[in-house]
């Protein structure tokens, strides 16, 4: 969770309001509260490191050059060479030395095939008793081989290095980087997470290693995984929660009077039933009962026979293809409305909004904001498009513009408590980052406005909680959560960030567990609330626990993206679990 925020899967196709699941930030909320390293992305399962000291400037300089004398002893004299004057008055250990020496002035010379000449008389030479001394020969040849891009024989060198000083930094991370060359990306991870421990995560070479790997570990298991995983309905409350963040959307209205049966055209506030042959009527009317797993067939039945409400199916089908992940299914639903020109102009912008959203999770922020922009030129009076693409610069870093969107979207619905909400946190965020204690100030000012405006607005009292974490007002904050609870004591990702609360006012790790669980047991396809107890599990120290929930994170993900990011988590976990058996090295644990 980390400095580039991916879109948010409750904001699956542009939606998810509600308690803070839609805010697209809870990530970003999550790092504070844990600690996290900001500069890191996929490497943030590191969250040990709260109590590490803050990283100084970059870190050390690239590791390149050979190493001098590896344990005490007179050098060689005068630095001479194996065979110069007293050569037959040196001991073994002193010839290796000056071979080594030799070597050094070489590898400093640039010319390393004499550099790796002389490494290796040096450890023909050396007592094999002389462990560290010999494994720091093998270290400087495999530094030589390095420079001449031999990433084989700088990971056999490595090895050798190792198994003689099993926690040798150097010869560890040289060998993680010939690994990452040699694409061994598991054993790269392994490697760099040992030196990442051994140097209490302080050096930034080592910790963007690990980052990197993390990444493309993720990407590759998240492609192969997502191509073939199964189709999920997220819960109710989740698809509820999502459709609230749209008010122009036709699709998600109830059924009108003259969609109706004639005897029940006059019961209002009653369930429709519904006699017209329409597939799409039959799915808006199962919308309404909450039974979503029957919408994609009702809606394909409408979209078989090219029926009245053809463009409605298609927008309908399109949106449930996105909430139960199968963006590739989507697509070309969305595509078709959107060009069809005699549609209602609102279903083709809400096609675009869901489209340019997709794009996002995606991370193709230019398809995306083209999208957003041609729904504006079409329906410029629909205050949804502003609404998300608010939400999108947001996630673009576009503060400014941002808070342009939301003000027009206020401007077009005054009673936008979401818009609203999201405006103040837009505010709050460019404060907080911008170290601009006056802006904050205003935007917190912004928020209780908010809130005594819209007192029904749960997404207000969960930002608000939010902006209050970071001011460290936890009691406060605490309070907020508790009205979130009030207004929806079903949305699990409030119980979550009340419970990282916790962590974080009173490092009371049993209490937050206690509401994390809770979130679960509201919504057991919460993969919010598996892939936070995941990373606490990791700070404890059981390392096979977080495995097991970034698990059923990882098959409850609704995106490829969210899929990557909690593969990247679950492979951290799993080789700290590798590193501990190898080495016995573990992280610190709260």
């Known amino acids: 969770m980390a ?21 697209g930030l ?26 590490r000291r803050p990283a100084r400037g970059k870190g050390p300089s690239e590791r390149k050059t050979p190493e001098g004398r590896a ?24 010839r290796a030395q000056a071979a080594k020496n030799k070597g050094n002035k070489y590898f400093k010379a640039g010319k390393y095939e004499q550099a790796i000449q002389c490494y290796t008389e040096a450890i023909s030479l050396c007592p094999p008793e002389k462990n560290i001394d010999l494994s720091t020969f093998y270290q400087n040849r495999a530094a030589a081989y390095e420079q001449l891009q031999k990433w084989k024989e700088v990971a056999q060198d490595c090895t050798k290095a190792v198994e003689l000083n099993p926690k040798y930094v150097k010869a560890l991370f040289r060998r993680a980087k010939a690994y990452e060359k040699l694409d061994n990306k598991k054993e790269c991870l392994e490697d760099v997470t040992a030196v990442c421990i051994l ?22 298991k998240a492609k192969e995984k997502y191509k073939n995983r199964e189709p999920l309905m997220p819960s109710p409350q989740f698809i509820k929660s999502y ?20 005897e029940d055209k006059d019961k209002e506030g009653e369930a429709s039933e519904v006699k017209e042959n329409s597939g799409y009527l039959k799915a808006k009317q199962y919308m309404e009962e909450e039974n979503y797993d029957k919408i994609i067939s009702e809606s394909t039945k409408e979209i078989d026979v090219k029926g009245k409400y053809m463009a409605e199916a298609l927008l309908l089908r399109a949106t449930f293809y996105l909430l139960i992940g199968n963006a590739n299914a989507a697509k070309p639903d969305l595509d078709q409305v959107i060009s069809m020109e ?17 794009y996002m999770q995606q991370q193709q922020p230019m398809l995306s904001t083209q999208d957003f922009n041609m729904a504006a030129d079409i329906d410029p009076q629909n205050a949804d498009v502003y609404h998300h693409r608010g939400q999108l610069k947001i996630l673009l870093d576009q503060v400014e513009e941002a808070v342009e969107d939301f003000d027009e979207c206020i401007r077009l619905r005054p009673d936008s408590a979401l818009a609203q909400a999201q405006k103040c946190f837009a505010l709050y965020r460019q404060a907080y980052t911008g170290n601009n204690p006056l802006q904050v100030q205003a935007a917190m ?9 819209f007192p029904r607005c749960a997404e207000g009292y969960a930002l608000y909680a939010q902006a209050l974490t970071d001011q460290q007002q936890f009691g406060k904050a605490d309070e907020m959560y508790d009205k979130c609870i009030d207004l929806e004591p079903d949305n699990a990702t409030t119980y979550v960030h009340k419970g990282l609360l916790q962590l974080q006012w009173k490092q009371d790790l049993d209490k937050g567990l206690e509401l994390i669980s809770k979130a679960i047991e509201i919504d057991n396809k919460c993969d919010f609330a598996y892939e936070t107890m995941g990373t606490i599990e990791v700070q404890r120290g059981n390392l096979d626990k977080a495995i097991e929930m970034f698990n059923k994170a990882i098959n409850l993900a609704k995106s490829e993206m969210e899929m990557a990011h909690l593969y990247s988590l679950c492979d951290a976990a799993y080789a700290q679990t590798e590193v501990a058996k190898k080495y016995g090295l573990k992280p610190p644990t709260l």
């Open 3 to 23: 400095a580039s925020k991916p879109v948010e899967a409750a904001a699956v196709a542009g939606g998810g309001g509600g308690g803070g699941s839609g805010s």
């Open 26 to 51: 809870p990530r970003w909320q999550v790092a504070l509260a844990l600690g996290a390293p900001l500069l890191l992305g996929a490497g943030a399962l590191y969250l040990w490191a709260r109590r």
């Open 71 to 94: 344990s005490p002893g007179p050098a060689a004299p005068g630095g001479s060479q194996p065979d110069g004057p007293g050569h037959e008055e040196m001991s073994p250990l002193d």
């Open 199 to 220: 140097e209490g995560f302080q050096n930034q070479q080592s910790m963007l290693l690990a980052d990197k790997v993390l990444k493309l570990l993720g990407k590759e």
């Open 243 to 262: 459709f609230s963040s749209f008010t122009d959307d036709i699709i998600s209205q109830t059924l009108l009077k003259g969609e109706k049966s004639d």
């Open 342 to 358: 005699d549609a209602n102009v609102k279903l083709r912008a809400n096609a675009l909004i869901k489209r340019g959203s997709m």
């Open 445 to 453: 000012k912004g928020f209780e406005d908010v809130i005594k405006i």
